[in-house]
Every structure is written in structure tokens, then in C-alpha cells.
């Protein structure tokens, strides 16, 4: 069987020039990255166009280590789309070196569904990630020297500070450290450390600006610390807030690039979604619907983390509505979610994928309690059985529920007709009204358990006295009527990443709630969230190479 690497490389990937003007992109109104990629400029964002075009969400049940394929799903889906005559392209996330080299892969979807050149956007792309990386990293610079600064300090208490410095890797080492040792002239010794770039704060506020202005707005927002006497430190105070939204002006801009059938696609921005709101900008949402008549994006994770923070945090901040919400499963993963053992999918195990369709069940009450029309999209391998899809199938239809069977990977766009349908279906027939699930002026607590209840089934929270604390210092600084991203694991609707499944009745503990203002929303975290991963035993990166003649291997 060919790698994923192997099929992009024998697609016919045209010069991008021929795939702006498809979309009416005259060559000079492109930031060209070589041949194949481009930046568009944020002026051809036409809001009278978004209010005509159809907005599709990708979201999926609770990951599982045996993969569901969202990310392929979106795409094959928009081949799909286009081979029914519509005018659709996909808007995506950017990749992570992290999960790179380390164990995921790269986000470029699969099979005979990829967005091109594949090498190009998984390796650092037209620099995004470094462009916020360096933001993020100029902040604590700044932040470091005032601390120094005996004519112009601030009077910052450093006990008091958060931000971290970020890079875009796995590295373990860097989780917790002490900065400033060697002498006076090194700065001021204090805890410090690095999160993975896709955690920054700084990726969430460029996915979430409107314009260069609302992101120069935020940067200045973000909230550092206090002083000494008890008052608030922001990014604006230490003037930051200009130099910072220098380093990000390029990467404000949605990048544009093509899938292997040669429609339209654009990748922007990569915040994770078990920590941040995990969606791509609403700069490249709105973008791709000034351009198409059909845009399919996708969110991180499950329906539970990226789906309901795209849908009460992005949407809102954005004024956007989808029109579907498309639910992506697998076979296998139903069944691990039933119990079975994550070497012994191949083979046929009705019981365990009928225990383990409680958690795609879930995923669709969730859906309908924002009043979105859900589809299933079944994404298939070759040894689910007859008898297996019938199933699944089966109780789709008993919940009233349109599902499809999805073959995008092997065949591409063909593969992927069905799905199609069922979405064009849903969104033509949609009588439902989109509408967030918790009102942002009430109070933090109730948004919380709103999420917990509502999305997870806990039938309550349990908050530590460091988040009652927490709360407290928010309503100090008057931020109560931001949003709630809640920082949970991906695997499960609780806390404990081994309780896999449908959880119903269980607590959801909070043991403290960050600040981040800049981004405009606040973080409740649930357990233990690690925002700098390690690498793996064996990290990917053992098997990658590259050649004298510049031939990348071992790339997924």
C-alpha cells in the first residue's frame, strides 16, 4: 500500500496561479510562496458574499488511538462537493511540528484526500507558526527586562506572572525551569517555562481577529499579571502590543494552496483544542465564504471540545452560523470506544461497536442541542464488515439521523458522493436555528456547568478553591462576561482520559481557571493538561529522511 507521502507526490499539483483563478484571484493580488502556496490579502474578505455562502462544520466523535480521519473527511467532502457542481473549498487548520516528529502526524488529511504540497505545509509552511512564536516570545523578553528596568519598571510582582515562552516542538525538558540565574546582569531568577506554540495565547488571538487592528486590540489585552500594590499588568502597559503585531503582519494572512483534485483550499492558523478554541482563523472561515458557495472547515477533537468552542466562542465573535455539522466515525473507533481491545479492531465485534455507538450518541444530541442538522459520515476501511456498517447504520436511522458510508481515502472525491448528498441534503432542508448554548453575561460558574451538563452529561462541577479564587480575581479585572473554553482531555467526556465511552452523572472538577484576555475567552482546566508534549518512545522523527537530491521520506 503507498504512503500517504506517495500518493501526494504523484498528484497533479498546479501552479497555485491556476487555482486563484478559479476563485476570480487575479495573479497580482498574491503573496507567492514558491510555485504551489500564497498568501491572499485580507481584502478580499466580501461580507455580503457570507451571508450567501454555506457553512459546513467537520467535528467528530471522542478521538480514539485508532484515528477517525476529520481532517481527510473535510476533504474528500469538498471533492465530493465539487464533482456535484458545486463551487466548495476546504478551510483548515496548519500542523504542528509537534505531532510532526512526535507521534500524530501531520494534518494534511490522507489517501487519495490531501490538501498539496504535502512536505511544504507540514515543514514550516509560509511561517506562521514561527511568526507567532516569535510574538509570543518577544512578550516575555519584554516582560523579563521590565523586571530588570529600575527607571522605567512597572513595579511587576514576578510571582505573579504566567506567560511562558513557546517553541513549536515536543520537549519535555522545557516544561519547568528557572530563567535569570548567573548574576544580576542575567535578569531576575524566577519559574518559568515553554508550552508548544499551538498552545500560545498568541495563536488564539490571531484565529480569533478580525483585521490587523482588532489583532494589535487583543495583543495589547493580553493579561500579564499584577503589580506589587494589586493592580492589573497588560501587554499594552509594557507597549508591546505594535512590535508584536509587526512580527504577525504575514501571518494574519490565510494562506492558499489546493487539494489533489485541484479545488481550492485555504490553511490558517493551528490553536489544539483540548487546551484552546482548536478551530482555524475567522479571517480564512470568512475568506473561503467571500470566494465559495460551500466551505468546509473542520474543529479539533471531538463535537465536545473543538465543535462546541467553534460554535460558542468562534461563531459568536465572528457573527457566522454553519449549516451542518458533520459527525466523523469510524467502525474501529466505535468499538474501542465498546471496549475492545485497540489490537484486536480488525476483526468483527457487533457487541462492542453497539456499546461503543453510546459515545457517537452523544455526539449527536450535542450537535441538535445547538440546533445544527448532524450527518454521520462513516469513514470506511477495508475490513469493516457488512454486517458492522448495517449496524451502524441502522442506529443512525433509529435516531433519525441521515449517515453515510464514506470511501474518501481510497477513492477520493468519487469515494466521498454519498457524503455529499446527505450534507447538501441537510443544509437545503434545514429548518433548525443555530444558537450557542450559554448566554456570556452569565456568570462563569453557570457557563461551566452549562458546558459540563449540557455537552459532557456531568451532572455538575466541582470547583477547587484555587478556581474559586480564580474567579474572584476575574470579576477583579471585569472580564465575567467573557466565554468559557474549558482545557480537558480529548478522550473522554470527563477528566480521566480512561473513561472512554458515554459518561453520564459524574462531577467535573475544576481545579483553576486562566486568564486570556487578549484571546477574549477564559480557560477552566479539567485535570491535568500538558501544553508541552513529549515525544513518543520512538518519535516519528526516527524515520524521516531526506536524500542529496532533497527526497523527504518517512513524512505522514
Known sequence: MKTDLEIAREANIRPIVQIAEKLGIPADELDMYGRHKAKLPLSLIDE??????????????????????????????????????????????????????????????????????????????????????????????????????????????????????????????????????????????????????????????????????????????????????????????????????LLLKDAMRPNLVQTMEGNPAIIHGGPFANIAQGTNTIVATKMGMSLSDWVVTEAGFGFDLGGEKFLDIKCKYAGLAPKAVVLVTTVRALKYHGGANVKELQGEDLKALETGFHNLEKHIENA?????????????????????????????????????????????????????????????????????????????????????????????????????????????????????CIAKTQYSFTEDPTKVGRSDGFYLGIREIEIAAGAGFVVPIAGEMMRMPGLPAIPAAEGMDIDENGRITGLS
Open 48 to 245: 455580503e458574499k457570507i451571508k450567501r455562502s454555506n457553512l459546513i462544520l467537520v467535528s467528530a466523535i471522542s478521538p480514539t488511538p485508532a484515528g477517525e480521519g476529520k481532517t481527510t473527511t473535510s476533504v474528500g467532502l469538498v471533492e465530493g462537493l465539487n464533482l456535484m457542481g458545486k463551487k466548495a473549498m476546504a478551510v483548515l487548520r496548519e500542523p504542528s511540528l509537534g505531532p510532526v516528529f512526535g507521534m500524530k502526524g501531520g494534518a494534511t488529511g490522507g489517501g487519495y484526500s490531501q490538501v498539496i504540497p504535502m512536505e511544504d505545509i507540514n515543514l514550516h509552511f509560509t511561517g506562521d507558526f514561527s511568526a507567532i512564536e516569535k510574538a509570543n516570545n518577544l512578550l516575555a523578553a519584554l516582560i523579563d527586562n521590565n523586571l530588570q528596568s529600575k527607571k522605567y519598571s512597572l513595579n511587576l510582582d514576578a510571582r505573579t506572572i504566567s506567560w511562558k515562552r513557546v517553541m513549536d516542538m515536543n520537549d519535555r525538558s522545557l516544561r519547568k525551569m528557572v530563567i535569570g540565574l548567573g548574576g544580576t546582569a542575567n535578569g531576575i531568577p524566577r519559574e518559568a517555562g515553554f508550552d508548544i506554540t499551538a498552545a500560545s495565547e498568541v495563536m488564539a488571538i490571531l484565529c480569533l481577529s478580525n483585521n490587523l487592528s482588532d489583532l494589535k486590540r487583543k495583543l495589547g489585552n493580553i493579561f500579564i499579571g499584577f503589580t506589587y500594590d494589586g493592580n492589573p499588568i497588560y501587554a499594552r502597559d509594557l507597549k508591546a502590543e505594535g512590535a508584536m503585531a
Open 368 to 484: 441538535h442541542s445547538f440546533g445544527i442538522t448532524p450527518v454521520v459520515a462513516i469513514n470506511h476501511f477495508v475490513y469493516d464488515t457488512d454486517a458492522e456498517l448495517k449496524l451502524l447504520l441502522d442506529k443512525c436511522k433509529a435516531m433519525g439521523v441521515h449517515a453515510a458510508i464514506s470511501k474518501h481515502w481510497a477513492e477520493g472525491g468519487k469515494g466521498a458522493l454519498a457524503l455529499a448528498e446527505e450534507v447538501i441534503r441537510a443544509t437545503e432542508h434545514n429548518i433548525a436555528t443555530f444558537k450557542p448554548i450559554y448566554d456570556w453575561e452569565w456568570s462563569i460558574e453557570k457557563k461551566i456547568e452549562t458546558v459540563a451538563q449540557k455537552i459532557y452529561g456531568a451532572a455538575g462541577i466541582e470547583l477547587s478553591p484555587k478556581a474559586h479564587a480564580d474567579i474572584k480575581k476575574i470579576q477583579k479585572l471585569g472580564l465575567q462576561g467573557l466565554p468559557v
